[in-house]
């Protein structure tokens, strides 16, 4: 689909410059004359006479024995010469009315003839002996080109065979041919509608007009693209207090509780995977796939639907859950890659916000600012420049958006740690890359609003049972909150951890995590979906469910709960699996990027 937007927009833009060139060419044909086109603006017509008695006397039909089928014999004088013209089944034979000979035009009597048929106020300045010409189109022979230094720079072409003017160019003719070779996509000037550049045009055209289609149902059935830009308004109740809101009508609910300033939970950062957004609102309100996907039955029964599923047009009224969030002030205060593509980010809170109180597991919404973000951070470690080395740095303007992501360690230090996926920039927004981009062009000292904490991504407590981590990319921050959340409990359980990478170089926190399996306190196992053959690993290969599910057949399942996080795919094959395997879906607990 990528490909197909690709293609699509430079036929577009191929299509476009057509467009601009039909539209000046016919504004040329509409303001200039026929006349002024024809380049005929200083030609008089040849006068010829008749033979006279004598002369057609002279003229003898033995002259054209030699030819066959003849039709028409025509004679008369050019220039006061007399000259036969006949016409036979090849085509016409031009003779010497004076001994039959053929008819010989040299550049002297080229020059006399061009002088005949030229009107204008300038003189003949060269003569020159031509076999062909762009400016004649159908003509192929020999003859002049006699040149006269006119305003408009008049050229008479003369045919050597017949000694009759092929006709006048000049340099207004030229920009006519030049705008009907643009207008009729004829540039080889043959005056053919059916040359393959045309043809091609209209390929390329019918192509674009079906893409068009093809994207254009595909943004009708995401829900993307949108119709009105009618205002609408929406009334929001949090707890005792009541607010009215008046904004654009495609806006979802989501988008204009948060530019409220209401807080609302939202993992995915509104496409309907993580479920937190809830609101509610009337019963019978439609209900979206996505709304039917995370809600239960009872939820959708009582009104409750997702905010970022519906716009403030549908949905006039709703009741937000109140949560215990705020917006906190916070620094940077140190970052690092920790593999190519990842970003390790340590922030304080500025004195005077408060400590975050949060739990492992939970998340803070990051206030994207709107303004220019730069794509590609200054920073990038020369061990990982060939991961780069296809991402050029970009300037581009934004809208403010948030961006969610989860602490990657458990509360009670003195910094807030976030690991940050880089996703190459694209304009607009909630574009993938903004928020990305902004944090990991991040410097020490600089400081950026988040709010939160949010979400219930945690331990399930009082519960005997064992601890099943599964997780992949980024999911590790979530998860190695939790797993560190559960080693400072008085006894912590006892946790087993798949953690899948594409190859060694994106595995993250390895070296902590080796140590906690040495050390007895977690069972690590670290898969590798494509390991490189220059970077072996030595725990397992292949997709982490599928090893973690070879292990859970050889395990009571039942000693077990469940915690996954990763990219959606991932997210999605190991739910699937553990539904293949009968667990109960109350011991697991999943946390949904969505993106």
């Not at 996954?564 to 094959?573: N, S």
Request: proline content about 4%; overall charge negative.
């Amino acid at each position: 689909m990528k490909f197909l937007q690709w293609l699509h927009r430079w036929t577009g833009l191929i299509l476009l410059i057509q467009l601009l060139l039909w539209t000046v060419s016919g504004l040329y044909f509409a303001l200039v004359d026929h006349h002024g086109m024809s380049g005929r603006q200083h030609y008089q017509p040849l006068q010829s006479e008749p033979l006279s008695q004598t002369q057609l006397t002279n003229i003898s039909a033995s002259w054209w024995d030699d030819l066959s089928g003849v039709t028409k014999v025509h004679s008369y004088t050019t220039q006061g010469l007399p000259r036969v013209e006949v016409h036979h089944q090849d085509g016409i034979r031009y003779l010497d009315g004076r001994d039959g000979s053929e008819w010989q035009t040299d550049q002297d009597f080229a020059q006399q003839i061009a002088q005949a048929s030229y009107s204008g106020p300038g003189s003949m300045v060269r003569a020159t002996p031509i076999e062909r010409t762009r400016e004649l189109h159908d003509w192929r022979g020999q003859g002049f080109r006699i040149d006269f230094d006119d305003d408009l720079n008049t050229r008479v072409y003369v045919d050597r065979a017949s000694g009759t003017v092929i006709d006048h160019r000049n340099t207004p003719w030229v920009v006519a041919d030049w705008m009907f070779r643009l207008h009729f996509i004829d540039y080889t000037g043959g005056r053919n509608f059916n040359n393959l550049v045309a043809i091609a045009f209209a390929v390329m055209t019918l192509w674009f007009a079906l893409s068009g289609f093809i994207l254009l149902v595909k943004l009708l059935n995401s829900g993307e693209m949108r119709f009105t830009l009618r205002k609408a308004s929406l009334t929001a109740s949090v707890g005792e207090q009541q607010f009215k809101f008046n904004d654009k009508a495609h806006k979802t609910v989501l988008q204009v509780l948060q530019h409220n300033d209401i807080a609302v939970a939202s993992g995915c950062g509104g496409g309907g995977t993580c479920g937190f957004c809830t609101v509610k609102t009337a019963p019978d309100t439609p209900i979206t796939v996505s709304d039917r996907a995370q809600l239960s039955q009872a939820q959708l029964d009582e009104g409750y639907r997702l905010a970022c599923q519906h716009s403030i047009e549908t949905l006039h009224k709703v009741e937000v859950p109140a949560v215990e969030a705020r917006k906190y002030a916070l620094q940077l205060i140190n970052s690092r890659f920790i593999t190519p593509m990842l970003k390790e980010l340590r922030f304080a809170v500025i004195e005077g916000e408060g400590e975050v109180e949060y739990a492992a597991g939970q998340y803070l919404q990051f206030l994207i600012p709107a303004g220019a973000g730069r794509s590609r951070p200054a920073d990038v470690p020369e061990e990982f420049a060939e991961e780069w080395h296809a991402i050029e740095a970009s300037e581009f303007k934004h809208d403010s958006v948030r961006r969610s992501y989860s602490m990657a360690t458990a509360a009670g230090g003195n910094e807030l740690v976030f690991t940050v996926r880089y996703q190459p920039q694209t304009p607009g927004a909630p574009a993938p890359g903004v928020g990305s981009s902004y944090l990991c062009n991040l410097k020490p000292g600089e400081t950026i609003v988040a709010e939160g904490p949010f979400g219930d991504f945690q331990r399930l407590e009082g519960d005997e049972r064992k601890l099943c981590f599964i997780g992949g990319g980024a999911g590790m921050a979530p998860l190695r909150a939790l797993i560190q959340e559960e080693l400072q409990s008085q006894q912590p359980r006892p946790m087993r951890f798949f953690y899948g990478a594409r190859n060694r170089g994106e595995l993250l926190y390895t070296d902590e995590f080796v140590a906690l399996n040495n050390l007895n306190k977690v069972s690590f196992t670290a898969v590798l979906s494509e390991p490189r053959k220059t970077c072996q690993w030595g725990d397992a290969e292949g997709f982490v469910h599928e090893v973690a599910r070879a292990w859970l057949e050889q395990q009571d399942i039942s000693e077990y709960d469940f915690y996954i996080c990763g990219p959606p795919r991932m997210l999605a094959a190991t739910l699937a699996m553990l539904k293949e395997l009968n667990v109960d879906s109350a011991r697991v607990r999943y946390d949904d990027f969505g993106n």
